[in-house]
């Protein structure tokens, strides 16, 4: 067996306890165990990924017990490349809490930290139903943690709808679990398949309600449209880094839906053909338009990235939906996208926040506005899917993988409409926050003596270089994924193929424990 | 036997809907503390019922035996929603403590305050 597929889960798991009970009055060895951490895991994620890009599809085995009876981690193409997601976004979230002095307003931010990415490369990685539902409660009560980090009555009180709310998921998860397990007799993923598909046609009642179960779980952490209401708030109550984390969160949920429904509920299974991807669509559909409107309607910069979230999510699903290996290489594609779009977008607002405030209205200008002016407009291009960064590719990719579908019209439209109210939206927050508040300043009548001054000069950032080093990070990220967008589509095609061929799957699980 | 299960699964999800949809933290904590309980017991359900059987295999004769893993199941998720009811009790009690009400919903005055904290 191979070792290294566990570490990914191993190494955060050992790190966070070591930080909490050895460096807890430390705060500078907490940074750097955590940054070597993260760095640790990039380091074995890539190695990962390697392995995984030979198209073989590995398995470990928990305790060395047999798949369908003991838990097991699969490593294929689509956990590595999310795994190495993770990492890859970690690493520059971590520098910028370190840099902008977040990690030192309450607590244990680093050892919640490093049980989040435990948590998310958990559930990237396992092959068993029940012991995902296990990682999500990894991530969600670590991300408990870090969402309320910093304390604040406002925060508080968001966080304590963000937690209600995934505790009722995780009690439909239960449910649905419960369900498919009373029917198949089964939770690990490939052992499921293979009943599935033996399951006799007129049997399957209880089957389809299991599946749609899930797939409402799945939808709350991806936070489709009529399960989004808990994002906007959390996200934008969230300490901004945190926020630029949690966008892998809802990639969590994403890449569940594509683990399942390609896997277990796969478009060749009679019992449930048409059901997911039926329903899907127009969630998603109405779900970037959605998150398109509150775009427009935002009074606040961290609310603005929060419904860009929702809207790269209905932009991300409307692939995700139509279930076909090209459609679901953009998808894979849009996911790393908008993963760094987002984070990029959630650290500039942060910049912003903490200098001038949130409120998108036109105020005193703030230091250093050039830099982040122009890093708010990079995010802007790619949330909005401008050339020349991978927005653009992402977006020309689900539309053209959508033309095969009898309602593309419809797709297009959405598509294409969201886009240009997003722009107008981001250009309208964009001119408020950074080209009104200059108009302000250089207006006499407008500056009653030295009172904006005060305003106007903050107190000097704590070490603020090595914040925008990670924020101009996430941007190279997407300048790379724009960049070596051949070789990542190349990586995509595979992956989707990989997952709409899961005989081979099924086979690495359950034949590798005969031996 | 399964009569009664059902239904105490359904009334405790019922109560537990309910509960969920009040407007102050208390009984939300309530509502979910009963969905969890109605959790459990569907989950012991899904390995089908069996009175007075023991949950291991006899290797030697035939006997009835209880499915052993929606038990396994259903221990880790008591323990799963013990430590999130206690965190969301923590959390909700600041929140209560540091805005002076219990109400789950965030007001217009919510806002407003969030907009002018974090200038």
Not at chain 1, 28 to 49: E, K, M, N, P, Y
Not at chain 1, 182 to 208: K, S
Request: proline share 5%; charged share 10%; glycine share 8%.
């Amino acid at each position: 067996m191979n070792h290294w597929i566990v570490a990914p889960i191993v190494l955060p798991a050992i790190l966070a306890p070591f930080i909490i009970m050895v460096l807890r009055y430390h705060l500078d060895l907490q940074r750097i165990f955590s940054v070597a951490g993260t760095v640790g895991l990039l380091g074995i994620a890539l190695t990962l990924t390697a392995q995984a890009s030979t198209g073989e599809i590995q398995t470990y085995e928990l305790g060395n017990w047999r798949a369908p009876f003991g838990i097991v981690l699969v490593l294929d193409r689509m956990s590595a490349m999310m795994v190495l997601l993770t990492a890859v976004l970690a690493l520059p979230v971590v520098l910028y809490a370190i840099g902008s002095g977040w990690d030192e307003r309450g607590r244990h931010f680093h050892p919640l930290f490093q049980f989040q990415l435990m948590g998310v490369a958990g559930a990237f990685l396992t092959g068993d139903a029940f012991n995902l539902f296990v990682f999500f409660e990894v991530l969600l009560i670590a991300s408990y943690g870090l969402m309320t980090h910093g304390g604040g009555a406002v925060r508080l009180k968001a966080g304590v709808q963000y937690v209600a709310y995934n505790l009722l998921g995780s009690t439909l998860f239960l449910f649905a679990l419960g369900t498919l397990y009373g029917v198949t007799g089964t939770l690990n993923m490939a052992d499921l398949a293979v009943r599935v598909a033996e399951m006799p046609a007129e049997d399957t009642a209880l089957l389809r309600v299991g599946a749609v179960l899930l797939l409402l779980v799945f939808c709350v952490k991806a936070a489709v449209l009529p399960l989004h209401f808990w994002l906007p708030a959390s996200y934008a109550n969230a300490p901004l880094p945190v926020a630029a984390l949690f966008a892998i969160m809802t990639k969590v949920g994403s890449y569940s839906i594509l683990r399942i429904y390609t896997l277990v509920f796969g478009p060749d299974v009679a019992a449930t053909s048409g059901l997911v991807g039926d329903w899907l669509l127009p969630a998603a559909l109405l779900t970037l338009a959605v998150g398109t409107i509150g775009i427009l309607g935002a009074q606040h910069i961290a609310r603005l990235v929060a419904f860009g979230v929702i809207g790269s999510m209905g932009t991300l699903l409307i692939a995700v939906s139509l279930f076909n290996a090209e459609a679901t290489a953009a998808a894979l594609y849009y996911t790393v996208h908008s993963t760094f779009a987002a984070a990029l977008l959630f650290l500039t607002a942060d910049l912003v926040i903490s200098r001038q405030g949130g409120a998108i209205t036109d105020k005193t200008p703030m230091a250093q506005t050039g830099l982040i002016s122009c890093l708010f407009f990079a995010g802007a291009i790619a949330l909005a899917g401008m050339p020349p960064l991978s927005g653009f590719i992402g977006k020309l990719l689900v539309l053209d993988a959508s033309r095969s579908n009898p309602d593309y019209p419809l797709i297009w439209a959405v598509i294409l409409i969201s886009s240009l109210v997003t722009i107008v939206g981001l250009a309208r927050a964009g001119s408020l926050i950074f080209w009104k508040s200059h108009e302000t300043r250089h207006n006499p009548e407008l500056e009653p003596g030295n009172k904006d001054e005060e305003v106007a000069k903050p107190a000097p950032e704590p070490d603020a270089g090595l914040a925008f080093s990670a924020v101009f990070g996430v941007l190279a990220g997407l300048a790379m994924l724009t960049l070596f967008a051949g070789p990542a589509l190349e990586y995509t095609r595979s992956t989707a193929k990989q997952l709409f061929s899961p005989a081979g799957y099924i086979e690495a699980v359950l034949k590798g424990d005969q031996e | 036997m399964e009569a009664l299960l059902a239904s105490a699964v359904g009334v405790l999800t019922a109560a537990g809907i309910f509960l969920i949809l009040r407007r102050r933290t208390f009984p939300v904590i309530l509502g979910l503390s009963l969905l969890t309980y109605a959790v459990n017991v569907f989950l012991f359900a899904t390995g089908r019922l069996a009175l007075n059987a023991p949950p291991v295999l006899n290797k030697y004769e035939e006997v009835a035996y209880t499915d052993p893993l929606p038990q396994a199941l259903v221990l880790t998720a008591i323990v799963i929603s013990f430590g999130m009811t206690a965190v969301i009790v923590m959390i909700a009690l600041s929140a209560y403590l540091s805005t002076k009400n219990d109400h789950i919903d965030m007001t217009a005055q919510d806002n407003v305050d969030e907009a002018g904290e974090d200038a």
